[in-house]
């Protein structure tokens, strides 16, 4: 059971990191996105206030190499916004929005391998507490001992359960 709480408390540990390291990436690219599209906005703004204040000026030719430039950006920024097409890392799509909603389930998978931890943590410490209990009440020949022994064991088997399956919350962590 030792060796099972503590393949348990690795595992939800390599989970916490990982999903971290995902959700790091995830914000810093829909940061990016944001950046960029924020970019392209402007460019497309400034395009347009050169069409208002020059717009007689300028040939048709002109103004609508303007407009193309323009609806370019538009279209760039509305796909920045809103990209369903999956991608190698990001499955659901590359937009702002997908990215949000891949984030916050990545999140989810954190704060839940997170939850799981300390659950393994404490019923380690406790299986070794009650081996070394076990121990000792073989070599003192003592039932009172052997009795603690396995209800600090059984306490443990709980939080081993716990880690798996998250019945309860531990009051600290």
Known sequence: MLAIASLGGDNATKEALNTNVTVTDTWAFFQARNIRQTSNEVAANDLRAQLLLHGDSLTDETRQQLQSQIDRYTA???????????????????????????????????????????NFDFSTALFQIAIV??????????RPILGLSVVVGL????????GFFLFFDLPIG
């Open 76 to 118: 760039t920024v509305a796909r920045y916004e809103d990209d369903p097409t999956p991608d190698s890392r990001y499955p659901s799509g590359t937009g702002k929005q997908q990215l949000a909603d891949y984030a916050t389930a990545q999140e989810h998978r954190r704060d839940h391998a997170l939850a799981q931890d300390p």
């Open 133 to 142: 209990l076990g121990s000792v009440a073989i070599v003192a020949s003592s």
């Open 155 to 162: 306490a443990a088997v709980v939080l081993t359960l716990n």
